[in-house]
């Protein structure tokens, strides 16, 4: 028979993001690597739909393929290194770079300073990339594409691909606290055993590539937000009528423009979900700590 545990250890918090879409308006390849090729985005995405249409490929590996293919086709070395300095160049929406010290800040000042919250990254993007973007530090782990690379630290093939429906397993490692690949997630874990209950995760990403990932979180008892690019324009308008389709469906509990400044209607919804979720883990301590006093 199992011990009951004899600690609460269901205090932290996780805000789960994507990227492209998210935090940065544009595909992060677009601020980087394809510029440094000297390649036109619109093309190369066009070349990526085509080919893996054809090959009946996965389009995340056939871009993975194409910007080796297309770098070496011009005699360009893009290894580990350059990448991550290639990171320097991304771009984010108003007030991401102060977004994180204001989250952390409320959930210190709201949660007695004994719940605590973390910031992950589940992207189909590149993780080589992310390692060298300005606000990587705030992250307590990124889970990214990442690229196998020989002895020249010349990118061959894929070490690691995530596509959507992939993007859920490290739902699942966070929620467990099996965040290394070492770790086997397929074992039976007691809901009580796990560091980060479904109910204390808010996931945030921006449309239909996000939707197994806001639907597990939903279905689990968590919290999800699509965010839609600010503005009027016909980009714009296409990501905030994605977002309706979403809250439509109930695959999200709020959307809101991508707009991470202090008042904006994003920081609002985020801390009204903060604020439940902190509520909810007062109250599982305090039954956690009534149980135990009467040995139960």
Same mark, same amino acid.
């Given at each position: 028979m199992t011990q009951p545990r $004899? $600690? +609460?250890i269901q205090n932290t918090i996780a805000l789960v993001y994507d990227f492209d879409g998210t935090l940065s308006p544009q595909p992060m390849q677009e601020y980087t690597v394809l510029p440094k090729i000297g390649i036109d985005p619109a093309g190369f995405w066009g070349e990526v739909n085509k080919q893996s249409q054809e090959l009946g &490929? &996965?389009?995340?590996?056939t871009y993975m393929r194409l910007l080796i293919e297309k =770098? &070496?086709?011009?005699g360009l070395h893009i290894g580990r290194k350059e990448f991550k300095a290639l990171g320097k160049d991304v771009q984010f929406f108003d007030g991401v770079s102060d977004w994180f010290k204001r989250v952390n800040g409320y959930v210190a000042k709201y949660g007695n300073g004994y719940i605590k919250v973390r910031h992950y990254i589940i992207s189909a993007g590149l993780k080589e990339i992310l390692e060298g973007v300005s606000i #990587?530090?705030? +992250? &307590? #782990?990124v889970f990214a594409s990442e690229y196998h690379y020989n002895?020249?630290?010349? =990118?061959t093939f894929p070490k690691l691909l995530i596509t959507d429906t992939t993007k859920t397993q490290f739902l699942f490692r966070i929620n467990k606290g099996k965040e290394s690949l070492k770790e086997s997630i397929n074992q039976h874990m007691p809901h009580e055993d796990r560091p980060i209950p479904f109910e204390n995760m808010i996931y945030i990403g921006d449309g239909e590539t996000d939707v197994p990932s806001m639907a597990l979180t939903r279905q689990n008892g968590g919290n999800s937000i699509a965010v839609y690019k600010p503005g009027r324009g016909g980009r714009e308008k296409k990501t905030l009528d994605t977002c309706k389709k979403l809250l439509k469906a109930g695959r999200v509990n709020f959307i809101a423009? =991508? #707009?991470?400044?202090e008042n904006s209607e994003l920081e609002r919804r985020v801390q009204l979900l903060l604020k439940s979720i902190i509520a909810k883990i007062e109250y599982e301590k305090e039954l956690f700590d009534c149980r135990k006093k009467h040995g139960i």
């Open positions: $004899k $600690k +609460f &490929e &996965e389009p995340m590996l =770098a &070496e086709s011009k #990587n530090k705030h +992250f &307590e #782990n002895h020249h630290d010349a =990118a423009p =991508a #707009n991470y400044a």
